[in-house]
């Protein structure tokens, strides 16, 4: 099986800042790419930033220059830096990753369970 689990997240003022982190495990033969997603109340998930395993990013554009995906392949594990949040940033934000299990010839989405930003003075 295979499990991926968030950490960090919370409670920041407008400017601040926060860090979220996705470590992947279990029965892992590759891993394709590498995201954050978000949902806020009322609208649909959308993609914030993804990172590739050879490290090529993509972020929408509303987190240009504010947000920073980064990954570290030998733990499995992605982060992404959140600065100069804004109240328009709360939401659940879901790790997500597009990866082949030893187990299966095909590789799908995998997600976190989600956890609750929330940018309010």
């Known amino acids: 099986q295979v499990q991926l689990v968030e950490s960090g997240g919370g409670l920041a003022q407008p400017g601040g800042s926060l860090r979220l982190s996705c470590a992947a495990s279990?029965?892992?033969?590759?891993?394709?790419?590498m995201g954050w997603y978000r949902q806020a109340p009322g609208k649909e998930r959308e993609l914030v930033a993804a990172i590739t395993w050879g490290g090529s990013t993509n972020y929408t554009d509303s987190v240009k220059g504010r947000f920073t995906i980064a990954r570290d392949n030998a733990k499995y594990t992605w982060y992404l830096q959140m600065n100069s949040l804004k109240p328009e940033d709360t939401a659940v934000y879901y790790c997500n990753a597009d990866l082949t299990p030893f187990y299966s010839d095909y590789s799908r989405d995998y997600w976190g369970q989600g956890t609750q930003v929330t940018v309010s003075s």
């Open positions: 279990g029965s892992i033969f590759s891993i394709n790419t």
